[in-house]
């Protein structure tokens, strides 16, 4: 196998492939291990209580994490730039409809009642007659 | 670039291969491309166009993630306390471990360390194993504490009686019962009236929580939801008998299971083809010269990694 590939035997006596990048062996496994790292600390924030906090540092390590991944191991930092133009296009629209999903959810929030709505009480009532209900399902909106 | 690829010229990179398949010189170029390089940029491209729709594809769950959990912020700190952080802790070790073997076997396809490759193959496929045999066991341990979504979520744990009561004549159900106001419970849910009976004639079954849905007993005192520590760090494993229990607490398993379904379904996909990349690589199909394949296998399975990035954190590290 190698001898047929001869011709692309490089001055440091490695072989390079006919297209694409070669990432060093060493920044692959440095990123493998600061990805390990990442997810110790992760998992012992979760055990500090930091309130609203603790999500945001979960995500923040995550997102740290993923452009560790997308950048090194997937590539992206020395592919052509319109592969990352694709990740971040579809990562906007995901964003978008979370962040529209969440805003609609906020809006109407106060207008929510708590419990379940008819419908899917009467089903817990057959189907599952040991569903906890609210206790305050007439007393008035969330918030109020 | 000339429209005739064929032409030697376009290729004067010093290459002599007596190899009449393709573009001579380069026996895996496709007769529509010029280059190898144009090839391998085009199947990058369509990868990453595939990709993005996988973003979107879990997107629309981690939308309806974040409607859930803001209208039921108590359902999901409730929750997540049934959930294993050291397993899934474990779980994403061992997928990022495997995403690490997959970077590493495509730096070895690329210079022509075929045995490396498939080493590095074998171990991404056992971490795949590794991670399904995990979830594995989660599942089933829910399961069998009936934390799973829709209805099922709040009939008894224990399945032996439910299933007793669900495959027994109702009459014979009602039969067995005390004398007392229980025939309009048991038509309405024999199972309801099972829970009802005196202890000495159903001491298996755990009793209903207490609450407007308690049901009162024959005596007409409500039944007492099961005695719960304030100072447990772990909710009951029976999560019926627990009184802390918020409504709407199967919406969570709802959304755990279909998320991680979905994720679980990528990596059994992300196994089948890693095992045709080890099949094709043992064939000898894969070189310094043409690995496209294994470069293209790797991106799905560090997308793989890459949900599992957010879906731990939103699942297992709920304060």
Known sequence: MSAMHDQHAHADGEVHPLVGHLVPIRTLVLTGLTLLFLTVVTVAVRYVDVGEFNIVIALAVAVVKAVLVVLVFMHLLWDRPFNSLVLLGSIVFVVLLVGIAMTDTHMYRPSLYNGNAKTVQETLDSDAPYAPIAEDVTTGPIGS | MSAIPTSPESHADGHDHDDHHGHGEHPFLAHHFDTPAQQFDSGKLGMWLFLATEVLFFGGLFAAYAVLRFKNPEVFAYSANYLDTIMGGINTCVLIASSLTMALAVRFAQTDKIKAMIVCLVLTFMGAI??????????????????????????????????????????????????????????????????????????????????????????????????????????????????????????????????????????????????????????????????????????????????????????????
């Open chain 2, 130 to 319: 590794g991670f399904m045999v995990i979830k594995y066991f989660e599942y089933t341990h829910k399961i069998h504490d009936h934390l799973v979504w829709g209805p099922g979520f709040y009939t008894p744990p224990n399945e032996e009686v439910a299933m007793d009561v669900q495959t027994a004549p109702a009459e014979d159900v009602v039969a067995a019962l005390p004398t007392f106001e229980t025939a309009a419970l048991a038509e309405a849910s024999p199972v309801a009236a099972m829970y009802d009976m005196p202890p000495a004639e159903a001491s298996v079954i755990a009793k209903a929580p207490v609450g407007p849905s308690g049901i009162a007993d024959p005596a007409g005192e409500p039944v007492k939801a099961a005695a719960y520590p304030e100072t447990a760090e772990e909710p009951a494993v029976k999560h019926l008998e627990d009184p802390r229990m918020p409504v709407g607490t199967h919406q969570f398993f709802a959304i755990y299971y279909a998320m991680t379904g979905l994720h679980g379904i990528h990596v059994v996909v992300g196994m089948i083809v890693i095992g045709w990349l080890i099949w094709k690589g043992l064939k000898g199909h894969f070189g310094s010269k043409y690995y496209t394949p294994v470069d293209l296998g790797g991106l799905y399975w560090h997308v793989v990694d890459l949900i599992w990035i957010f879906l731990f954190p939103l699942f297992y590290l709920i304060h």
